[in-house]
Nanobody, 120 residues
Framework: VQLQASGGGLVQAGESLRLSCAAS????????KGWFRQAPGKEREGISC????????YYADSVKGRFTISSDSAKNTVYLQMDSLKPEDTAVYYC??????????????WGQGTLVTVSS
């Protein structure tokens, strides 16, 4: 299993970014996919997940209403659209795969992370 995250960068507060996570080595539609982030000096935070059974999405309160997770089975890619970015969104963002159709399962595979920096 390989997960390649990309799309991070430096933006100003209020701007948008879209992260991508290209997946390979497994049947994309069999597993739920999620995004996490880790800011300097803080614990890793789960911010979003999309179920592969019914496409249901979940968001942490910190990003709800601003971030949107989606997946494209034809491209084996999961996305995280991030709008209205805030300086507190600055972190390394990771994509991960759950060994289950549902987001409640165990995250077993992780991408390498992409850095998002939001300036005020």
């Amino acid at each position: 299993v390989q997960l390649q995250a990309s799309g991070g960068g430096l933006v100003q507060a209020g701007e948008s970014l879209r992260l991508s996570c290209a997946a390979s080595g497994f049947t994309f539609d069999d597993y739920a996919k999620g995004w996490f982030r880790q800011a300097p000096g803080k614990e890793r935070e789960g911010i979003s997940c999309i179920s592969s059974s019914d496409g249901r999405t979940y968001y942490a309160d910190s990003v709800k209403g601003r971030f949107t997770i989606s997946s494209d089975s034809a491209k084996n890619t999961v996305y995280l659209q991030m709008d209205s970015l805030k300086p507190e969104d600055t972190a390394v963002y990771y994509c991960a795969v759950v060994i289950d159709y549902y987001c409640s399962g165990t995250y077993a595979y992780w991408g390498q992370g992409t850095l998002v920096t939001v300036s005020s």
